[in-house]
């Protein structure tokens, strides 16, 4: 497999600009995740989508995030109205659906910093 | 409560040696699963073993191996024989009941390995 590809690597914004990162899962992955890390911490939850469905938003996607899974293929996550407190990685994941195999492959990630 | 508690922020190996990296998890579901994944400076989230609540026998992958102890609910990551490419930061993650597989990370704990 060519593994989960994300763009951009990096990303730096003025606040109040809206900014959109696009990541690619495994071709096979139904199951689509992504997870933000700031600096120091462990990845959180953002939001999850099966196929085209999105299925599952964390309460840490405020109104200003919104996250599309057009196709069941590629996904895309815009914020808009960007903010310093969004300045984080954004990682995004894939895996197979069902099977004991639980393995989720994520990306090298989208690093945002907000001036 | 934290869901996943890794209590050493650094940890210091020579290579060649063993290193325990610890893990504990707090949970009321029956099924759960556990996993160790490795960050190099790089960024991205490597997978390096799992463990699923209901498997008798603690998981092994290589070079890695979980220590589980279901009683004390801990997960502890064991690396034999270190090496240099082993530096890097290292995270527990559980997954909670038979949902989205959306996983719990713990902060990491940085492991660094000297010749």
């Known amino acids: 497999d060519t593994g989960v590809s994300q763009d951009p690597r990096h990303k730096i914004t003025k606040r109040g600009q809206n900014v959109t990162f696009r990541c690619d899962p495994i071709s096979e992955h139904n199951r689509l995740y992504w997870y933000r890390q700031t600096l120091g911490q462990g990845p959180e939850f953002l939001t999850y989508?099966?196929?085209?469905?999105?299925?599952?938003k964390s309460r840490l996607l405020s109104d200003r995030f919104s996250a599309e899974r057009p196709k069941g293929s590629f996904s895309t996550l815009e914020i808009q109205r960007t903010e310093q407190g969004d300045s984080a990685m954004y990682l995004c994941?894939?895996?197979?659906?069902?099977?004991?195999?639980?393995?989720?492959?994520f990306g090298s990630g989208t690093q945002l910093s907000v001036l | 409560a934290q869901k996943i508690t890794q209590t050493q922020p650094g940890m210091f190996v020579q290579e060649k040696e063993a290193v325990t990296l610890d893990c504990t998890y707090d949970t009321s579901d029956q099924s759960y699963g556990l996993f160790w994944y490795k960050q190099p400076s790089s960024g991205e989230m490597i997978f390096l073993i799992y463990q699923g609540s209901y498997d008798e026998q603690n998981a092994t992958e290589g070079r890695y191996s979980l220590n589980f102890q279901k009683a004390r609910k801990s997960a502890n990551l064991v690396i034999s024989a270190s090496q240099l490419g082993d530096s890097a930061m290292y995270f527990c993650?559980?997954?909670?009941?038979?949902?989205?597989?959306?996983?719990?990370f713990g902060k990491g704990t940085m492991l660094l390995v000297s010749p």
């Open positions: 994941a894939s895996r197979t659906e069902g099977g004991t195999n639980e393995k989720l492959f």
């Open positions: 993650a559980m997954r909670e009941g038979r949902g989205y597989s959306t996983l719990t």
């Open positions: 989508f099966q196929n085209e469905a999105q299925l599952e």
